[in-house]
């Protein structure tokens, strides 16, 4: 808690400095800076919050528990689909990404499921609305119907190519293929 | 009606819903979405200003050149490599690339952006490493950039 609020200020700070660098330099590109500024912001903050409150709520009832039930009990085909269509609905950063996909890996998940669910994480349907907004739908739901084929490639090629690559490098290699 | 209310709406509507079922796990929700609010705010704050800069001191034709159509593939490279350079939390992602998109980046190179500062991160490089080894941080980052590149042919050829 105290890093983040340390994190807030570091770039609230950084920021404000660098505003008031540019509106004392040209006072009226500080005003345009302020004014892009505002409308972006007042364009996205009612999204923004409804946004918040669908990761909250997606956090607390899709835990990691009920993931590493999902992922970790389903092999083969089955968890690789579910790897490349449920983390489309997760919210969270790529901070805690890694760690939770960890403890998956651990409990035995596949190498191409954990390379398929960040592939597939990346779909971020919970933003869908930001992103419709600022980009229009069409690019939003063209870019969310590829993520799904681009999870399942991800996982299978990148599965392949790091058991080739590893077995090449081990002693007595043998293909697993 | 706005669409932002109806959002708004549809969120808190899911919030009864969740209140009724469980008023503890609502209230850890509403927890958790404050600690987002508290971690992508001042990021949002620095982007927006990052975005007012951009409008007032890089021209439309800057954009266009480097990520516009006419640079077609080359955009779609420079968009990526932007992106995996790009420290920002995927929420404030959208918004930098709507400014992009409005000063005349292509959609090929706004997916080839928006992809990799979601998919990959300079600064959780260190983080990959330590939980998944060497081999994979590299197959699967290469990997990501190869298959953006790729899917965003289908963006410079179906949207323009």
């Given amino acids: 808690m105290k890093r983040m609020i340390r994190e807030a200020l570091i770039y609230i700070v950084a920021t404000l400095i660098i505003w008031g660098i540019i509106a004392i330099i040209s006072p009226v590109k500080g005003m345009l800076v302020g004014e892009v500024a505002y409308g972006a912001f007042m364009k996205a903050i009612e999204i923004i919050i409804a946004v918040f409150i669908f990761i909250g709520l997606i956090q607390v009832w899709v835990g990691p528990q009920t993931l590493s039930k999902l992922l970790g009990r389903e092999a083969g085909w089955k968890g690789l689909v579910l790897a490349s269509t449920i983390p489309l609905f997760l919210g969270g950063s790529l901070v805690t990404m890694f760690p939770l996909l960890k403890t998956l890996r651990d409990k035995g998940a596949s190498i191409a499921c954990v390379m398929a669910f960040i592939a597939a994480w990346g779909g971020k349907v919970p933003l869908l609305p930001l992103e419709i907004e600022f980009l229009g739908w069409r690019f939003s739901v063209l870019r969310t119907f590829l993520i799904i084929p681009f999870a399942i490639v991800m996982g299978l090629l990148g599965q392949s190519i790091l058991e080739k690559w590893q077995n090449r490098h081990s002693v007595g290699a043998k293909s697993i293929t | 009606m706005d669409i932002g209310i109806i959002y708004l709406l549809f969120a808190f509507i899911l919030l009864i819903f969740s ?122 980052n290469i990997l990501t950039f190869i298959l953006v590149f790729i899917m965003s042919i289908i963006f410079i050829l179906t949207l323009k």
Avoid: H
């Fill in chain 2, 19 to 140: 209140a009724v079922k469980d008023i503890k796990k609502t209230k850890q929700a509403l927890k958790a979405s404050g600690k987002i609010a508290l971690a992508v705010f001042p990021v949002l704050f620095f982007i927006f200003i990052l975005m007012g800069v951009v409008s007032a001191f890089v021209s439309k034709e800057t954009i266009a050149s480097w990520l516009g159509a006419d640079s077609g593939v080359l955009g779609v490279l420079i968009g990526e490599v932007v992106g995996c350079f790009a420290l920002v939390q995927p929420a404030a992602v959208f918004p930098f690339a709507g400014v992009l998109r409005d000063r005349g980046a292509s959609y090929g190179a706004i997916f080839g952006f928006v992809t990799t500062a979601i998919l990959i991160g300079v600064s959780t490089l260190p983080l990959e490493l330590r939980c998944f080894g060497r081999n994979f941080t590299i197959v699967r």
